[in-house]
């Protein structure tokens, strides 16, 4: 694992760079993008979008430099050890510190998280391509296939993976499952709809943490304005600044119009699950709403029975809690299934799980579906298996 390595028939040859070098330089450029970004004004991120192939012509020479410099780092396997050794260690103080949903909240489906993994996956696949093929390496090759695989699996999850609850009463099939996170709907007077989510969801935010978004010419900073006694967020505090309306009264008063006011902050107060409220500015009317997020599902689900008033007790053990059945919009199938509370069973490839029933008519189901969790315990397995040859061939050239 250390540097000195033959070089011939690198795509970029140049000058060894040391793994202490390599670190420093991957950890600057990583944080001077990442805090570039987020300072850089809404106009310069949109111009960057927009002609982003121009920009990219004027910095090819600097890119060029930058990624001959990377392919060393990323084929270092100091390096490469660094950065799983940093990933694991995220994933484990988050798997042990928080619930799943928030895990993947707060933890897994930031950019930070993301783009470590990304890094993590490119320099596997750069070591891998660039040691020797042959029997002595096969361990470490086993190691990078499953550590790409794995990572393909955790992507899959983050991307993919849904966890939420139906409330099912009898005679009213439902399909709109209310997922764990929160998120705040703004409906401009165009029409035009933007879902915020809202990353606190159901833990308290810090003191004095907001939230920025933009939506055209509206600038909103979210903040948390509840008043206590709940899980996460019942109420949002709004400050909202009308960029277009700012920028006409600016020409208004440098053409002499000072009728016109300044153009200040409105503040709004958003209550949870409340329905959409009217939001005013600049004479336009627009709409806003805070509420859970949802997701259609690809089928209905109904339920048939919840219990009776009274179950005698040489039947209750015996007896499911309740039973629901799914339909497809085709009507190509129906599945049933007996629900008892708090076991889970695994159907239309969901994990569904009953929660509550409030006999003999109303039920609350869990629904979750992971779609590389099956992708990722392969990955684990052929990353494990990597370890066990590499330590069986150290015992073996120690002897």
């Not at 510190?97 to 895990?103: E, G, H, Q, T």
């Not at 107060?269 to 409220?277: N, S």
């Not at 066990?388 to 015992?395: E, I």
Request: with cysteine; aromatic share 8%; glycine share 8%.
């Amino acid at each position: 694992m250390n540097d000195q390595r033959p070089r011939h028939g690198l795509p970029f040859a140049i000058t060894p760079l040391y793994p202490g070098r390599a670190l420093v330089l991957f950890a600057l450029l990583y944080v001077c993008s990442a805090v570039a970004w987020a300072n850089f004004a809404d106009s310069v991120r949109s111009d960057i979008k927009t002609y982003w192939l121009a920009f990219f012509a004027l910095g090819l020479p600097v890119v060029l430099v930058v990624l001959r410099m990377l392919w060393l780092l990323l084929v270092d396997g100091w390096f490469v050890a660094a950065i799983f050794a940093s990933f694991a260690g995220v994933v484990a103080v988050a798997s042990a510190k928080l619930p799943l949903d928030a895990a993947y909240s707060n933890v897994y489906r930031t950019f930070p998280f993301v783009a470590l993994g990304a890094v993590l996956a490119c320099a596997s696949a750069a070591s891998a391509l660039y040691l020797p093929w042959k029997r002595s390496r096969l361990p470490r090759l086993v190691f990078h296939a499953g550590t790409i695989i794995a990572l393909a699996g955790a992507f899959t999850s983050i991307a993919g993976r849904t966890s939420g609850s139906l409330t099912l009463s009898k005679g009213r099939p439902e399909s709109l499952l209310i997922l764990e996170d929160r998120v705040l709907t703004v409906v401009t007077q165009d029409g035009r709809w933007t879902r915020i989510r809202i990353p606190w969801g159901k833990t308290a935010p810090a003191p004095g943490q907001t939230l920025d978004a933009s939506i055209g010419a509206l600038r909103l900073q979210i903040q948390d304005d509840s008043s206590g006694g709940g899980p996460g967020p019942s109420a949002l505090r709004l400050t909202v600044t009308d960029g277009a309306d700012a920028a006409l009264r600016g020409n208004a008063r440098q053409g002499g119009q000072a009728s016109l006011p300044s153009a200040g902050k409105h503040v709004f107060k958003v209550l949870f699950d409340a329905g959409f409220a009217p939001m005013e500015i600049g004479g336009k009317t627009h709409r806003v709403a805070f509420g859970p997020a949802t997701v259609e599902l690809p089928f209905e689900v109904s339920l048939e029975y919840a219990g009776d008033d009274y179950i005698a007790p040489s039947a209750s053990a015996a007896a499911p809690d309740a039973s629901i059945s799914l339909a497809y919009p085709s009507g190509a199938r129906v599945e049933t299934a007996d629900l008892k509370i708090g076991v889970p069973l695994t159907l239309a490839g969901y994990r569904v799980t009953l929660l509550s029933v409030e006999r003999p008519t109303k039920v609350i189901v869990s629904f979750s579906r992971n779609p590389g969790m099956t992708t990722l315990l392969v990955g684990l397995i052929v990353l494990a298996a990597g370890a066990l040859l590499a330590a069986r061939d150290r015992l073996l050239r120690k002897r």
